[in-house]
């Protein structure tokens, strides 16, 4: 039961480079969502999905883009990183709308852009 | 503007005794409120909620209380174990049309001594 799944773990960027990180989820969720995570700052969203083929903007999208093209995936993406941009990124999922549904989080992309 | 704010970078108790995790917001839209557990190189975990229309939420050593005129909920944890020592993130969901987005605190890392 792999829950969600995000690729990669670790990267080292230099500035202005681009990646795609890669968020899975095996548990049928409409919902999906990107968060940063900087210290003592908790977690802030940058993107959500609340299906496929759609995407919104959070709290700090600024310098990144998204897709769900698959209902199990989503896809954030950096097209010229930046090292404000040097984070934590966690991906999450969730059944349905409402406050009563948690989200289900993977296990973070530690990301430094040197 | 930070709308949910967790006071406390740190907290440190003793086995067995209780733990008292503090959270204050400021957007009376918020309806449920969650608590999130964070080990190191972990994803968040889902740890309890509580509806706006409640002001007590039990699962074993886990309450959580909610006082709306304050606009202030506490996690208790009762009795604490070594386990518990992680961090912990209040979080909060509002009434909107898309999504389910969460405005997380900063969160406090708890020790719980033996």
């Known amino acids: 039961n792999a829950g969600v799944t995000q690729t990669p773990k670790f990267r080292v960027l230099k500035t202005g480079q681009s990646m795609t990180l890669l968020c899975a989820q095996d548990?049928?969720?409409?919902?999906m969502y990107w968060y940063r995570q900087d210290p003592g700052m908790g977690l802030r969203l940058i993107h959500y999905?609340?299906?496929?083929?759609?995407?919104a903007k959070g709290e700090v999208p600024d310098g990144y883009n998204v897709s769900r093209l698959k209902k199990q995936n989503f896809l954030l993406g950096l097209e010229s990183a930046a090292p404000s941009q040097t984070s934590v990124y966690f991906c999450?999922?969730?059944?349905?709308?409402?406050?009563?549904?948690?989200?289900?989080f993977g296990d973070g992309t530690r990301l430094s852009i040197l | 503007d930070q709308q949910v704010k967790q006071n406390s970078p740190s907290l440190s108790v003793q086995e067995g005794r209780i733990s008292i995790l503090n959270c204050d917001y400021t957007?009376?839209?918020?309806?449920?409120f969650l608590w999130y557990k964070k080990y190191p190189a972990e994803g968040p975990t889902f740890l309890i909620s509580?509806?706006?229309?409640?002001d007590k939420n039990e699962d074993g050593r886990f309450t959580v209380f909610l006082n709306k005129s304050a606009k202030h909920l506490s996690l208790h944890i009762v009795p604490s174990q070594p386990g518990d020592s992680a961090v912990y993130f209040c979080?909060?969901?509002?009434?909107?049309?898309?999504?389910?987005?969460?405005?997380f605190g900063e969160g406090t890392q708890l020790t719980v001594n033996p």
């Open positions: 999905s609340v299906g496929e083929g759609t995407t």
């Open positions: 957007n009376s839209m918020f309806d449920y």
């Open positions: 509580i509806s706006s229309i409640k």
């Open positions: 979080a909060a969901s509002a009434r909107e049309t898309s999504g389910s987005r969460l405005t």
């Open positions: 548990m049928n969720h409409e919902y």
């Open positions: 999450a999922s969730s059944y349905a709308r409402g406050g009563n549904q948690p989200q289900h």
